[in-house]
Every structure is written in structure tokens, then in C-alpha cells.
């Protein structure tokens, strides 16, 4: 039955199916998908940058809730009465968001600046509370 697929091998065919299913979803991506996030681990804090080029900071919205630090940002097309010819219109409208646990940060200290595309959140690490020194006697 093999031998009349168009395909050197059974392993031609799905390769085939997971090349598409990678070009698919990487389009799915640019489309709908996230933004990209470095953070890095500067010993008492974490730093984290978002990129979020072409939004207002108004657009863009920081929510903490359940352990998590949630980044949203929204994208509104403006409404208007005159009628553009476009053709072309590739810029998208829409919302975007990302999740991240932030276990062991003190949430009350985090700080976050919007400059040039790029929003950078500070998150400073919570300090493991330790347990007061005693002594025991020995009976």
C-alpha cells in the first residue's frame, strides 16, 4: 500500500503532517499569539521585560491574583466615519495576554515601567522569614 505514496517512507508522510502543523501554528502565533519575556535572576529581585511594541501604556494592564502576575494588553481599533481604501492592512487589533507564577516575591514591592516597546517589572524576592534563636534545656 506504501509503495504508491508520493512519499519515500511512512516517515516522509509524517513529517510532512508535522511540518505543517509547526508552519500552522507558528502563524497561529503571529497572529493571535503572545509577546516574548525575558526575566532574569538578579539575586534579591527578578527583572522581567516584556516587549510590547505600538501600545499605549494606558493599553496595558498588571494584575496579581492567586500567586500569579498576569500582563495584559489591548490593542482598540479606533472608530471613524471616513472610509479608507486600504490595500493593504496587516497592523492587528485585539488583545493579548501572559501569565507567570511569581512564588517568592513580595507582591507589595513590585514596580513596573513602560519605555520605548518595552515594559520592565521589578520583583523583588519575598525574605524567608526565620525563626527566632533559643535554647532548650536539658532535663
Known amino acids: 500500500?506504501?509503495?504508491?505514496?508520493p512519499f519515500d517512507s511512512e516517515r516522509g508522510l509524517l513529517r510532512s503532517f508535522d511540518q505543517f502543523e509547526k508552519n500552522f501554528f507558528r502563524e497561529m502565533d503571529r497572529t493571535f499569539g503572545g509577546f516574548k519575556t525575558d526575566i532574569q535572576d538578579k539575586g534579591d529581585r527578578y527583572v522581567m521585560e516584556a516587549e510590547?511594541?505600538?501600545?499605549?501604556k494606558e493599553d496595558i494592564r498588571l494584575s496579581v491574583e492567586n500567586?500569579?502576575?498576569t500582563i495584559s494588553a489591548e490593542h482598540r481599533e479606533e472608530a471613524s466615519d471616513d472610509k479608507?481604501?486600504?490595500?493593504?492592512r496587516e497592523?492587528?487589533?485585539?488583545?493579548f495576554a501572559r501569565s507567570f507564577s511569581i512564588e517568592g516575591v513580595?507582591?507589595?514591592?513590585?514596580?513596573?515601567?513602560?519605555k520605548n516597546g518595552v515594559l520592565v517589572i521589578d520583583l523583588p524576592k519575598r525574605t524567608p522569614a526565620v525563626p527566632p534563636s533559643q535554647r532548650?534545656?536539658?532535663r
Open 67 to 69: 500567586g500569579y502576575l
Open 106 to 114: 513580595d507582591t507589595e514591592k513590585i514596580s513596573a515601567e513602560y
Open 136 to 138: 532548650i534545656e536539658i
Open 1 to 5: 500500500m506504501f509503495d504508491l505514496m
Open 84 to 88: 479608507k481604501q486600504y490595500i493593504r
Open 91 to 95: 497592523r492587528k487589533y485585539g488583545s
Open 52 to 56: 510590547l511594541p505600538g501600545f499605549e
